[in-house]
């Protein structure tokens, strides 16, 4: 055992108490950290950058994904801001725009919201009507997410 080779090579009382007090230290540290980090809140950041028409997605701090999306095309306009989602639905159907599909939608602002799209060739830039959209598939990995950690812990992101 590691202790047993430490003890032996140190024949001085003070150096026994020394390494001790380190090892106990670092068994301290340890538990410390574990412990804060099991208290910390899972959290779920999507940013929407309008100027680069990207999301990025962040989970606890730690890079996620980066994906094309489509934000408001001439016209229209996307809000800026932050916010957290206020509810969210599997499908919906747009009562504003001749019931267009909205799958996955994760709406954060009135009627505003994230969700998958057919027009997978516009995304990367604008061509929505203020909503953003995403690819299908990716649209569903980021309402799982949502649904995984809870809208109290997501924030969407919206900037220039």
């Known amino acids: 055992m590691v202790s047993d080779v430490v003890f032996e090579m140190a024949s001085d009382m003070f150096v026994k108490r020394n390494i001790i007090s380190i090892v106990a230290a670092g068994f301290l540290a340890v538990g410390a950290v574990s412990f804060n980090s099991s208290v910390a809140v899972a959290e779920v950041v999507a940013k ?6 990207r999301m990025t997605v962040h989970v606890n701090g730690w890079y996620y994904a980066s994906w094309k999306v489509s934000t408001a095309r001439r016209g229209y306009r996307t809000p800026i801001g932050s916010w957290r989602p206020k509810w969210l639905a599997r499908m919906h159907y747009s009562s504003k725009y001749d019931n267009s599909p909205m799958p ?3 709406f954060f602002l009135g009627g505003y919201a994230i969700h998958g799209t057919n027009s997978i060739r516009s995304l990367g830039r604008p061509a929505s009507h203020g909503c953003i959209r995403l690819h299908p598939s990716n649209a569903r990995k980021l ?3 949502v649904k995984q950690h809870g809208r109290r812990n997501t924030r969407i992101r919206i900037v220039r």
């Open 48 to 53: 929407i950058d309008l100027s680069s028409q």
């Open 143 to 145: 309402f799982a997410l």
């Open 104 to 106: 996955h939608s994760i």
